[in-house]
């Protein structure tokens, strides 16, 4: 086994003679839960969402057939579909579900990397099944435990990369098992549309169809300068996407010992920069005492940015000195959330933020200097804050940034 940059357990992907790859997606995974806290619910046209923000965040197999999908304002759900429920009990019960989701799932393998709250990939390759017939009952088995364990319904893409894998989950939803044999790739993907492929969104699929490019089996017939002038410098990726190559490796964060993070995907795609970095700071708000609860102190930064289409951009930058206080990560937040949202004509779907080049904190300020004593002051006073939140079991201490609440989750299938 191989460790990658960010020290993750890798697997390489070309001598993977299975499809090694799981990406499990749950089904409507909010109103599932919502089913699951109400059964009165199930089978019935119920969505979530909500009134207070107007958008649907998460409908019912039933709903979508009345024409409800996500993300729709409310008050037209309700116009094309009366009888809609609307149903928000789970709040707050959403991330437990989700990681006893993911807990199932570590039983199974270790390398487990959370896409978001309802999405992830698993690495199976490590566990040397012995064909496809017992990677695919053990995986079956998953997805029975998860419905009679957590009543939660599931869909599983099994393949040789994560990209394969992931189209594969949406294909025979809900509670679909789809496997892509190894080799069959390319022959899979080629009928699909080709606003199937990660990173086309809308308006280039809207190009490429207006150029006779309808489904993803099209572009490798297409000449090198007609794709160069329509998708631009990375064609040469979209094509090698088409034809299901991807080296990708199943990353797990919280085997990364050495940094702290966190992570948010957004109800809907936000263009809002202020509304974005009020969310990182919200992040920086929780991992930073967690630094100091730890004896910690960090040095480096890191924001990376999400569009649709699980394509990501990142930016970092280390602080002279490493810090166990907010401030100076503050300014730095929005500094890389500037450089990391490049493509600033795309809304963002997630946001991420960790804090790495992690230290153990100095026993004692070495020397009195004016400096160190403001310091002292001030982490002082952080941890008399860490301490009164720790305790309290209702409204904490909060930042300014933090006076307004964030949007409300959502599942985009
Ligand atoms: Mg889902």
Redesign the pocket.
């Known amino acids: 086994m191989l460790k990658n940059e960010a020290g993750c357990r890798s697997y390489p992907a070309m001598t993977r003679p299975l499809p090694t790859i799981v990406h499990l997606?749950?089904?409507a995974?909010f109103v599932a839960v919502e089913q699951v806290l109400n059964p009165a619910l199930r089978g019935k046209k119920v969505a979530v969402g909500g009134r207070e923000r107007g958008i649907i965040s998460s409908a019912s197999y039933e709903a979508r057939a009345c024409g409800v999908y996500t993300p729709m304002p409310t008050a037209q759900a309700l116009r094309i579909c009366p009888d809609l429920i609307l149903s928000n009990s789970g709040k707050g019960l959403y991330g437990e579900f989700s990681e006893k989701l993911f807990a199932l799932c570590e039983k199974i393998t270790p390398l487990v990397e959370r896409r978001s709250i309802?999405?992830g990939f698993l690495d199976v390759g490590p566990r040397g099944f012995a064909d496809e017939p017992a990677l695919t009952t053990a995986m079956r088995n998953l997805q029975e435990r998860i419905l009679r364990e957590l009543g939660l319904p599931i869909s599983f893409g099994l393949a040789t990369n994560k990209l394969v894998a992931a189209v594969a989950s949406k294909q025979n939803k809900p509670r679909g098992f789809t496997v892509i044999k190894a080799g069959n790739e390319a022959a899979f993907l080629a009928p699909l549309p080709v606003g199937t492929l990660p990173g086309i969104g809308k308006k280039t699929e809207i190009l490429l169809k207006s150029n006779g490019i309808n489904q993803v089996g099209d572009l490798i017939k297409q000449s090198d300068s007609l794709l160069s002038s329509l998708l631009g410098s990375n064609w040469r990726g979209v094509v090698a996407m088409s034809q299901g190559i991807d080296f990708s490796e199943v990353s797990t964060e919280y085997e990364d010992a050495k940094s702290y993070s966190r992570q948010e995907t957004f109800p809907r795609d936000i263009s809002d920069f202020p509304q974005i970095l009020h969310i990182a700071k919200g992040m920086i708000d929780i991992l930073v005492p967690k630094l100091r609860a730890d004896g910690k102190r960090a040095r480096t930064l890191t924001v990376k940015v999400r569009y649709s289409g699980m394509i990501d951009d990142s930016a970092g930058h280390s602080l002279a000195e490493a810090s166990d206080m907010e401030t100076p990560f503050y300014a730095l937040a929005e500094n890389l959330l500037h450089i990391a949202w490049r493509r600033r004509n795309r809304p963002l779907r997630l946001v991420m933020v960790k804090l790495s080049g992690i230290e153990d904190q100095p026993r004692q300020l070495e020397l009195f200097t004016e400096e160190n004593e403001s310091l002292a002051r001030k982490r002082r006073l952080a941890s008399v804050v860490d301490a009164l939140n720790a305790r309290a079991t209702g409204t904490k201490i909060r930042h300014g940034h933090q006076v307004d609440s964030p949007p409300p989750p959502c599942?985009?299938?």
Do not use: G, I, Y
Request: charged share 55%.
């Open positions: 997606d749950a089904d995974f309802d999405e599942d985009a299938v």
